[in-house]
Nanobody, 115 residues
Framework: QVQLVESGGGLVQPGGSLRLSCAAS????????TGWYRQAPGKQRELVAG???????NYADSVKGRFTISRDNVKKTVYLQMNSLKSEDTAVYYC?????????WGQGTQVTVSS
């Protein structure tokens, strides 16, 4: 059974930083594409950043230059470094892994940006 466990969320002031982690219990993690999504109250879930099995990255326009996604295939973990956080980044952040049409989601971690 695949499990994704996110950590690193919390309350941070505008302009601050957080680093999210997602540890995956999945075989052949290095063959999965991975990504971070977020869902704010009253809004649809949206892709924040993704990284392919080959290491290619993509970002939502709203986070380009502020967020960085990375992965450690040995630790089976994907990270999201979030800098220069804004109030509009407040959301529940979800980790996702996908391969050949099968995808799995974490339980989500709350990120709140507020003074």
């Amino acid at each position: 059974q695949v499990q994704l466990v996110e950590s690193g969320g919390g309350l941070v002031q505008p302009g601050g930083s957080l680093r999210l982690s997602c540890a995956a219990s999945v075989r052949l993690f290095n063959s999965y594409g991975t990504g971070w999504y977020r869902q704010a109250p009253g809004k649809q879930r949206e892709l924040v950043a993704g990284i392919t099995s080959g290491g290619r990255t993509n970002y939502a326009d709203s986070v380009k230059g502020r967020f960085t996604i990375s992965r450690d295939n040995v630790k089976k973990t994907v990270y999201l470094q979030m800098n220069s956080l804004k109030s509009e980044d407040t959301a529940v952040y979800y980790c996702n892994v996908e391969r050949a049409g099968s995808e799995y989601w974490g339980q989500g971690t709350q990120v709140t940006v507020s003074s």
